[in-house]
C-alpha cells in the first residue's frame, strides 16, 4: 500500500504545483518511489505522453522530477477553457466532449470513477502518491460532487495539508478562514500547514504561526522562503501572466536570474485563450534574449526583433481578439522593417491566408482570414492531433523534439518552404523571404542545439544548453530549498495509507 499526501491551497497560484514537484524530487532522492497526481486540472498549459494522451504541463514535470515517464493517470481530468463560460473535457488524455460551467458541475461526480481508477494504478506502483488539489477547498459553492479538492481527499481517506501564501498578503486570514468554513468531517482531514513564498527574516512570522496553530490547531510542517530559480519550472496555466511584475519585464526569469543586458527582444502577443507558452521558457532562460508578454491594450514593441504569435485554445476566437487590439497591424509593420515572425501551433493558423471551421469546432462555423503573411490555409477538423515527434531544422539542421496538440489541417503552396522536417518529411512554413514561419511544434526550443541554430539566424551566436537539464538542476535546487525548510518527516508521517475502494 502507497503512501498518500494531498497538498491544497488557499487558492489559486499559491504555489502547490511547484512544491508538489520539489517534494517529489525530494523524497525520490531518498530512494522513494514517487508519482504525481491530480486529480482534476484546469489549464490550457498541456503537454503529450510517449502514449499519445494530454495531460497538464504541471504534471508532465512532476513526472520529471520523479524521474519517471509521464503518464495520463497522472492527470486523469483535464479541463481546457475554450471561453468565458466552457471548457474542453479530456479523461485519460482524450477528449470527451466539452462543458459550460454549470453543465460541467452537475456532472462531475460522473468522472470521479475515472479518478479513482487512475490513483489506484498510480498507487499500485509506488511508495509514495503525492496529490495537488486545485483551487481551494474553501469554495463551499464547489464542494457538492468535488473530484478535485476534498471530494477526492474524503472519498480515499487521503490526508491533506494546505498551503498558505504569505506573498499575496492575508495569509493568517486564508488558513484561519479555511478552517472555519471547512466542515468537519473536511477539517479532519487536513493535518497541518505549510507557509509558502515567504520573503525576508522568516522569524518574523514566529508569532503568526502561533497565531494561525492557536485558531486552527493544524501543526506547521514550515515556512519556505520564496525561491527565484523555482521560477524556472513551467508555469501551470495562464495566471502567472496577469502578475503586472512579470508583464513588465522580461518573461518570468530574465530579470532575477540574469545580469546580462539582452540583445534581443521578443514580443508576445498575450492572447485571450493562450496556450503552452511554456515554449517561450528556453528562450526566456537566455542571458541575450527578453522574452516579454504584451497584454491586450498595448501596441508591441517596434524594437522587438521577434515577433512569437504563441499556441491558441480558441484560433479563431483569438485571430478576432489580436485583430481586436492592433496587433495585426503591429505585426505588418514590424515585417515590414525587416522583423522576423514565429507561429507556433494555433499561431501558424494565424499566420496564413484564412481558418475554416466548417464543423463548428471552435464555435459557430466559419471561416476568416488570416494575417496573410504565409501562403497557406487551415481547415479545422474534429481529430486532435496528439503525439510526440523528433525532426530537425530544415534542410538538415540541428535535431530537435517535441510534441503536437491541434486540431486542423493547413495546405498550400507555403509548405514547399518548410521550416522543420519532422520523422524525415518537411513540415511548417515559410514565408518566401524566409522571415515568416510556423509550425505546429511545441517544445521545439528545449534542445540546446536546434535554439542556437534558431538565434543563430537572428544574430546571436554561442552553445545553448538544452533545458532538460535546466530543469533537472531547478528541480535539484527546489528539493534541496525544501528539505532545508520543511519537516519532510513530519510529511511522511502524517502521510496515509491508500487502501483500495470496494468495487
Do not use: C
Given at each position: 500500500m502507497a503512501a498518500v499526501l494531498m497538498l491544497q491551497g488557499t487558492g489559486s497560484d499559491v504555489g502547490k504545483s511547484v512544491l508538489t514537484a520539489g517534494l517529489a524530487r525530494a523524497f525520490t532522492r531518498r530512494g522513494l518511489t514517487v508519482r504525481p497526481f491530480k486529480p482534476q486540472n484546469m489549464s490550457n498549459n498541456a503537454a503529450v505522453t510517449d502514449a499519445g494522451g494530454e495531460i497538464g504541463r504541471a504534471q508532465w514535470v512532476q513526472a520529471v522530477a520523479c524521474r519517471v515517464a509521464p503518464s495520463v493517470d497522472m492527470n486523469p481530468v483535464l479541463l481546457k477553457p475554450q471561453s468565458d463560460l466552457g471548457a474542453q473535457v479530456v479523461v485519460h488524455g482524450r477528449v470527451v466532449g466539452t462543458a459550460e460551467a454549470g453543465a460541467y458541475q452537475a456532472r462531475k461526480g460522473e468522472l470521479l470513477g475515472a479518478v479513482l481508477e487512475s490513483f489506484a494504478r498510480l498507487a499500485a506502483e509506488a511508495d509514495l502518491v503525492l496529490v495537488e488539489g486545485a483551487g481551494s477547498p474553501a469554495e463551499t459553492n464547489l464542494r457538492a460532487g468535488d473530484i478535485a479538492n476534498m471530494g477526492f481527499a474524503a472519498a480515499t481517506g487521503t490526508p491533506v495539508v494546505l498551503v498558505g501564501d504569505i506573498d499575496r498578503g492575508g495569509v493568517i486570514a486564508a488558513l484561519v478562514g479555511t478552517h472555519a468554513v471547512l466542515s468537519t468531517v473536511d477539517r479532519a482531514l487536513v493535518k497541518g500547514f505549510i507557509i509558502n513564498k515567504f520573503r525576508g527574516d522568516i522569524r518574523l512570522?514566529?508569532?503568526?504561526?502561533?497565531?494561525?496553530?492557536?485558531?486552527?490547531?493544524?501543526?506547521?510542517?514550515?515556512?519556505?522562503?520564496?525561491?527565484?530559480?523555482?521560477?524556472?519550472?513551467p508555469a501551470e496555466d495562464a495566471v502567472v501572466l496577469d502578475d503586472p511584475v512579470v508583464l513588465g519585464t522580461p518573461y518570468l526569469i530574465q530579470s532575477e536570474?540574469?545580469?546580462?543586458?539582452?540583445?534581443?527582444?521578443?514580443?508576445?502577443?498575450?492572447?485571450?485563450?493562450?496556450?503552452?507558452?511554456d515554449d517561450l521558457d528556453p528562450l526566456a532562460a537566455e542571458p541575450d534574449v527578453a522574452v516579454r508578454f504584451v497584454p491586450p491594450g498595448?501596441?508591441?514593441?517596434?524594437?522587438?526583433?521577434?515577433?512569437?504569435?504563441?499556441?491558441?485554445?480558441?484560433?479563431?476566437?483569438?485571430?478576432r481578439f489580436l485583430k481586436a487590439q492592433g496587433w495585426d497591424i503591429d505585426i505588418l509593420a514590424h515585417v515590414r522593417r525587416g522583423g522576423r515572425v514565429l507561429g507556433l501551433c494555433g499561431?501558424?493558423?494565424?499566420?496564413?491566408?484564412?481558418?475554416?471551421?466548417?464543423?463548428?469546432?471552435?464555435?459557430?462555423?466559419?471561416?476568416?482570414?488570416?494575417?496573410?503573411?504565409?501562403?497557406?490555409?487551415?481547415?479545422?477538423?474534429?481529430?486532435?492531433?496528439?503525439?510526440?515527434?523528433?525532426?530537425?531544422?530544415?534542410?538538415?539542421?540541428?535535431?530537435?523534439?517535441?510534441?503536437?496538440?491541434?486540431?486542423?489541417?493547413?495546405?498550400?503552396?507555403?509548405?514547399?518552404?518548410?521550416?522543420?522536417?519532422?520523422?524525415?518529411?518537411?513540415?511548417g512554413a515559410t514565408s518566401a523571404d524566409g522571415r515568416v514561419a510556423g509550425c505546429y511544434v511545441h517544445g521545439l526550443f528545449e534542445t540546446g542545439a536546434f535554439r542556437g541554430h534558431f538565434l543563430a539566424g537572428l544574430g546571436l551566436a554561442g552553445e545553448r544548453p538544452d533545458q532538460a537539464a535546466r530543469l533537472e538542476a531547478a528541480l535539484d535546487g527546489l528539493a534541496a530549498h525544501l528539505e532545508a525548510h520543511l519537516d519532510l518527516d513530519g510529511l511522511l508521517a502524517v502521510a496515509g495509507s491508500y487502501k483500495a475502494l470496494p468495487g
Open positions: 512570522f514566529d508569532d503568526g504561526l502561533v497565531d494561525i496553530v492557536r485558531r486552527t490547531g493544524w501543526p506547521s510542517f514550515g515556512v519556505v522562503p520564496w525561491l527565484v530559480e523555482a521560477r524556472r519550472l536570474l540574469s545580469m546580462v543586458s539582452p540583445k534581443l527582444l521578443v514580443a508576445v502577443p498575450m492572447l485571450s485563450r493562450i496556450a503552452n507558452f498595448t501596441p508591441l514593441p517596434a524594437d522587438a526583433g521577434l515577433v512569437v504569435l504563441p499556441g491558441s485554445k480558441a484560433t479563431l476566437a483569438d485571430l499561431g501558424f493558423q494565424m499566420l496564413g491566408r484564412s481558418i475554416a471551421d466548417p464543423d463548428g469546432i471552435e464555435g459557430p462555423p466559419e471561416t476568416a482570414a488570416g494575417l496573410g503573411l504565409i501562403d497557406v490555409e487551415t481547415r479545422l477538423e474534429p481529430a486532435k492531433t496528439l503525439r510526440r515527434v523528433a525532426g530537425s531544422a530544415w534542410p538538415g539542421g540541428p535535431a530537435l523534439t517535441g510534441y503536437e496538440i491541434h486540431n486542423g489541417v493547413t495546405a498550400g503552396d507555403g509548405l514547399a518552404r518548410p521550416f522543420l522536417a519532422l520523422d524525415g518529411q518537411p513540415h
